[in-house]
């Protein structure tokens, strides 16, 4: 095993136990709804919900991270260039994260100054770590880059996911730049943060991912380069070809001028379309190796990645991505229930898929199956599944009462989270994340011990 | 927007973009499994897909604009699912990767 995918496996580590942590922050926030006056003036729903989203965005990013450490020196043929100082950048990101954490939760928030946007808190959502902690995630992207870059500089070679990933790497490095500037004019401000925001989701990240896969697609199931290249440069175009001015779907209702209405809903329109393509994608595979592989826990987090993505992105996104209808259901639960379903099959899928992956390298498993992910894999989707449904009749509930029928008041806004629609939403919401959060237990129980203690050596079928 | 024109059509859309959906999973197992039931499936649903498009084209406040929009994708998504297909069926036969059924 390379050294760089010990480094991995440190990320995964890291990874993973956050993911937990988002999850506690995410049950936390949930109960609110429930009962608003739990911890009143003790811990504010705002800081558990700082924590439950900033930390969805550490963790996935821990998780790229980590994959791409794993697949690089495979897929180059060489040990990564500068692992010390990607082991340093390693616990200087996990230390940031603590100290953070433990600033948002006993410190919370600050006078509005600029200590307060140093040291405690930026104020601006999904990038609240303080400024000196957004530099050092700012310099451990830059270290990453470095291994990227040096890593294929010193092999003198270079693949078609490896040249992707290096220009993707670009703008995901420039845009967290975005983070930095304290920006007084809110139109102008939520401009920029947009950039940031959707270009990292809905662009770097997506590309990112999709060379992740193709990584993953070769060494799951054997797929041939050229295959997973060509694909890797088409699905690539597309999603970028959408998602990049899919960015207006952000700019209805900040100040920008009106055209954005017409470019925000002509192109986040187009964006379920190339995720069809990938579901298509995941049926052909799923034949050609007639649902079996060497890793089926894998294979199967693959195949509801490109299922999750489709729906969480595409069906939930189609839904309220129209002017007209965004008007009325921008910012209520409806969005959240999106954002939920999209992250998870997106990203998190994957994520997890890479993992089994590498463990079954890390343990020399030859087949790896078993009992527990099978339920963890049920446990999990069903509670996203549950958590997204319920999310949505809860912002359905919002969208009617508080805004097309209250108007979008004050009193509306009160009236409309006493509604019985949406209270109940709130209760299925919390029950469904108990239930994603036993789980996540289990999938943590089976992490640990898969390898070691079932499946060894058992008969492989083959992975035609 | 009345509230109850809101909801009738963002379920709509919703669901026009899962059955377009179901009609690519179900072509491709068809495809896959050569066998025609699982095709008919998968034209039913894009049945279902033309059907809701046209009950937002008719019913729907949209405006005019994105009334276009919904037919152009229902086009694009029976376009989708045999484009993607054919593609992959020669990309992998041109790698020796021909699935067998």
């Given at each position: ?50 924590l439950?989203?900033?930390v ?7 998780g ?13 043929g ?17 230390a ?5 954490a ?24 999904y ?9 050092g ?10 291994n990227?870059?040096g890593?294929?500089?010193k ?24 983070s ?23 662009a ?20 041939s380069r050229?295959?997973?290249e ?10 970028l070809?959408t998602?990049i ?9 900040i ?11 002509l ?12 579901v ?40 309220m ?5 965004n ?18 099959g ?9 993992v ?79 239930l994603?959060a ?11 011990t898969?390898g ?13 | ?39 008919q ?19 729907s ?19 989708i699912?045999?484009?993607?297909w ?16």
């Amino acid at each position: 095993m390379y050294e760089s995918q010990r480094l991995a496996l440190k990320y995964f580590t890291a990874a993973i136990a956050l993911f937990g942590v988002m999850i506690v922050a995410g049950l936390l926030a949930a109960y609110y709804y429930i009962d608003p006056q739990i911890l009143y003036n003790v811990f504010d729903f705002s800081t558990a919900k700082i924590l439950h989203i900033d930390v969805l965005i550490i963790w996935l990013l821990m998780g790229f991270f980590g994959a791409v450490y794993w697949f690089l020196p495979e897929e180059l043929g060489q040990e990564t260039v500068g692992l010390g100082v990607a082991k340093v950048a390693f616990y200087v990101l996990c230390a940031a994260v603590l100290v953070v954490a433990g600033v948002f939760i006993f410190v919370q928030y600050g006078t509005s100054d600029e200590f307060s946007l140093w040291f405690i808190n930026q104020g601006r959502k999904y990038v609240e770590a303080p400024r000196w902690a957004a530099l050092g995630i700012t310099a451990v992207v830059l270290v990453f880059m470095y291994n990227v870059i040096g890593t294929a500089l010193k092999a003198k070679k270079i693949t078609g996911v490896v040249a992707v990933l290096i220009v993707d790497l670009v703008p995901l490095f420039a845009l967290y730049l975005i983070s930095l500037p304290a920006i007084t004019n809110m139109s102008v401000d939520l401009y920029w943060w947009w950039w940031l925001v959707h270009m990292w989701v809905e662009a770097t990240w997506e590309v990112l991912i999709g060379c992740i896969m193709a990584l993953a697609l070769m060494q799951l199931l054997g797929t041939s380069r050229r295959i997973v290249e060509t694909w890797l440069y088409i699905e690539v175009a597309l999603v970028l070809g959408t998602g990049i001015l899919g960015l207006g779907h952000h700019y209805f209702w900040i100040g920008t001028p009106k055209y954005w209405l017409s470019i925000g809903g002509l192109f986040s329109a187009f964006e379920p379309l190339p995720l069809l393509g990938m579901v298509v994608h995941a049926v052909y595979d799923s034949g050609v190796h007639r649902m079996k592989a060497t890793n089926r826990p894998a294979f199967y987090w693959v195949m509801a990645e490109a299922f999750g993505n489709f729906i969480g992105a595409g069906v939930w996104g189609f839904m309220m991505t129209l002017p007209q209808i965004n008007l009325f259901s921008h910012g209520t639960q409806w969005t959240v229930s999106h954002g939920h379903f999209a992250f998870w099959g997106a990203y998190g899928c994957g994520v997890i898929a890479v993992v089994y992956l590498a463990l079954q390298k890390s343990r020399s498993v030859s087949y790896m199956d078993g009992t527990a992910w099978k339920w963890s894999f049920a446990l999990l989707n069903i509670g996203l599944v549950g958590m997204a449904g319920a999310l949505l009749v809860s912002g359905m509930a919002q969208a009617f009462y508080e805004r097309a029928i209250g108007g979008s008041t004050l009193q509306a806004f009160i009236q409309a989270q006493s509604s019985p629609w949406f209270m109940q939403g709130m209760y299925a919401r919390f029950g469904f994340g108990i239930l994603f959060a036993v789980g996540y237990v289990i999938l943590v129980y089976n992490l640990l011990t898969v390898g070691r203690r079932e499946a060894v050596g058992a008969a492989v079928p083959a992975a035609t | 927007m009345s509230s109850v024109e809101l909801l009738k059509t963002a379920g709509l859309l919703g669901v026009l973009v899962l059955f377009g959906g179901g009609y690519g999973v179900l072509y491709a197992v068809g495809r896959l499994r050569r066998q025609r039931s699982w095709l008919q499936g998968g034209y039913a649903c894009y049945a279902v897909q033309v059907l809701i498009a046209g009950v937002l084209v008719v019913t729907s406040p949209l405006a005019v604009g994105w009334k276009l929009l919904i037919v152009f994708s229902v086009f694009a998504y029976l376009a989708i699912p045999p484009v993607t297909w054919r593609y992959l069926e020669r990309t992998h036969h041109e790698e020796g990767e021909v699935y067998d059924s």
